[in-house]
C-alpha cells in the first residue's frame, strides 16, 4: 500500500458535514490518511458510520459535550497528543473563528515543524455577517421573552440583553479562557456572535491560514472584506475560489450516501429558521401564523400554475419541527392546498433535493447547495418581511430571487443557470 501524508480535517456540525465536508472527505481520500475531529453528533449518525468505511483513517477525536474551561481545556489537550503521536503536516478546516478551530490553529503554530492550514467554505456565506448573526440575538430574545414575560412589552431593554450576553459569551471563551490556559488570548478573523471584523496588526489566526477556499466570486469577495477589515497592510489576499467538491465528486458520495437518485417532477419547500426573526419582533403567534401561510398559500398556487405537473413536498426546518407555530401554518396551509405532502420524519434535506428538480426556500443554505447540482431550479422566495430577507439577491447568477408575487407568476424559470468550471481542491492540497 503506497503511503500517504497525514491530514487532519475539522468538518464542523454534523449537518455541515453532509453539505461539504463529506465531499472534501472524498475528493482528498486518495492522497492523505485522515485524522477526523467531530463533535459527540457524529457518533449518533448511521450515516456518518457507513461513509468513513470509505476513507482510510488513522484517528477520529469525538468531543465531548463540555462548556467553558472543561471544553477549551479539553481542546487543547487533545490537540496536542493527536500532533505529538501523528506530526500532521496539513490541516483541513472550516471556519477558522470557531473556538475549536482557535484552539487547533494555537497548538499547530507551536509545533517545531511547519504545518500548512487550509480553511474551506463550509455552508452559504452571508453577505451581511451582521445580519447573518441576528439570528442568535434573535433566539436569546426569544428565550428571555420566554422567561420574562414582561420583557415582550420592552423590546429594547430584551435586545440589549440579548447583545450584552452574547459580548459576555465572546469575552469569556476567547479571552479569559484562553488567557489562563496558556497565557494567551485568541482573536478570530471575526466575532462569531456579533459578526464584527477584527482589527489585528501582530501574530494572528487569519495569517496563519495558508489557502482560504471559496466557491462563488460573490462570497470570495466577502472573505477578501474581513480580511481587508482584519490587517492595516492589506497585500494580498489568500483567497482561491474552487469547484466545490460536491459539483465535481458529488455523484460519487452521493450513490453511497444516498442510493441510486430518481429525480422526480417535483417541488421541494424548505424554509429556513424564518419565525425566530418574527418571534423577535414581539408579534402575537396568530399574526405569524396567519401571514406565513397566506404568503406560502398564495407562493403554491402560483407554482401549481406554472408547473402543472409537479408534485410538492414540504419540509420545515429541523430545529422547527414539532413546534407549535408551525404545526398551526401547516394546518392553515393544508385547508386551501390539497396536493402537498408535509414530510414530518426525521428525513435528511439533501436525498429530498437530490430527488426534486425545484427546490424553494426564502434565505436557507438548501438554495446555496443546490447551486451545485445540475439541472436544478432555485428559488428564493423574499416575502416574509425578514430582516435578512435579500441575502439570496447577491446569488441572482445562480438563484431566482423572488420578492413580490407578480414576479413569481412572470419569472421564466426555465432559463438556464450555468456554474463556471474552477479549478479542484486536488490542485492545492
Not at 28 to 49: E, G
Not at 52 to 81: A, M, N, P, V
Amino acid at each position: 500500500m503506497k503511503k500517504k501524508p497525514i491530514l487532519i480535517i475539522q468538518p464542523g456540525p454534523l449537518h455541515l458535514f453532509w453539505t461539504t465536508g463529506v465531499y472534501y472527505l472524498w475528493a482528498l481520500k486518495n492522497k492523505y490518511y485522515f485524522v477526523i475531529l467531530v463533535d459527540n453528533d457524529y457518533l449518533k449518525s448511521n450515516r456518518f458510520k457507513k461513509v468513513i468505511k470509505y476513507f482510510d483513517i488513522k484517528h477520529i477525536h469525538y468531543q465531548k459535550k463540555e462548556k467553558g474551561f472543561r471544553l477549551i481545556s479539553d481542546f487543547l489537550s487533545t490537540y496536542k497528543k493527536i500532533f505529538k503521536k501523528f506530526r500532521p503536516r496539513k490541516i483541513l478546516m472550516h471556519n477558522n473563528s470557531f473556538i475549536e478551530n482557535q484552539c487547533l490553529m494555537h497548538i499547530a503554530k507551536n509545533q517545531d515543524y511547519i504545518i500548512d492550514i487550509f480553511n474551506y467554505q463550509n455552508g452559504r456565506e452571508s453577505l451581511n455577517m451582521k445580519n447573518d448573526r441576528s439570528n442568535i440575538i434573535n433566539f436569546e430574545m426569544i428565550f428571555f421573552h420566554n422567561k420574562y414575560k414582561f420583557l415582550r412589552y420592552f423590546p429594547k431593554i430584551c435586545l440589549h440583553l440579548a447583545k450584552l450576553k452574547q459580548l459576555s459569551r465572546y469575552y469569556y471563551y476567547y479571552k479569559i479562557i484562553p488567557f489562563f490556559l496558556t497565557g494567551e488570548v485568541f482573536t478570530p478573523s471575526f466575532n462569531i456572535f456579533s459578526g464584527e471584523a477584527n482589527k489585528i496588526k501582530n501574530d494572528n489566526s487569519y495569517k496563519l491560514i495558508k489557502k482560504y477556499f471559496a466557491y462563488l466570486e460573490v462570497e470570495a469577495k466577502i472573505y477578501r472584506e474581513i480580511e481587508a477589515g482584519n490587517t492595516t497592510e492589506f497585500e494580498y489576499s489568500n483567497c482561491e475560489i474552487i469547484n466545490h467538491p460536491l459539483y465535481t465528486y458529488g455523484k460519487q458520495a452521493n450513490n453511497i450516501l444516498y442510493g441510486k437518485i430518481i429525480v422526480k417532477n417535483r417541488i421541494l419547500i424548505a424554509p429556513s429558521l424564518l419565525i425566530a426573526s418574527l418571534e423577535a419582533k414581539g408579534l402575537a403567534d396568530k399574526i405569524i401564523t396567519n401571514f406565513i401561510a397566506d404568503k406560502y398559500i398564495d407562493s403554491i398556487k402560483i407554482l401549481l400554475k406554472k408547473f402543472p405537473n409537479y408534485s410538492i413536498i414540504f419540509k420545515v426546518h429541523p430545529k422547527d419541527t414539532g413546534d407549535n407555530l408551525w404545526i398551526n401554518i401547516i394546518d392553515k396551509i393544508s385547508q386551501k392546498i390539497k396536493n402537498i405532502e408535509f414530510i414530518k420524519k426525521n428525513i435528511n434535506v439533501e436525498k429530498l433535493i437530490l430527488e426534486s428538480r425545484i427546490i424553494v426556500s426564502d434565505v436557507s443554505s438548501v438554495l446555496w447547495w443546490t447551486i451545485f447540482l445540475k439541472n436544478k431550479i432555485a428559488i428564493s422566495l423574499d416575502v416574509f418581511n425578514l430582516v435578512k430577507g435579500d441575502e439570496m439577491l447577491g446569488y441572482k447568477s445562480s438563484v431566482y430571487y423572488i420578492n413580490d408575487l407578480n414576479k413569481l407568476k412572470k419569472t421564466n424559470f426555465f432559463k438556464k443557470i450555468k456554474i463556471t468550471n474552477k479549478k479542484n481542491i486536488t490542485k492545492f492540497i
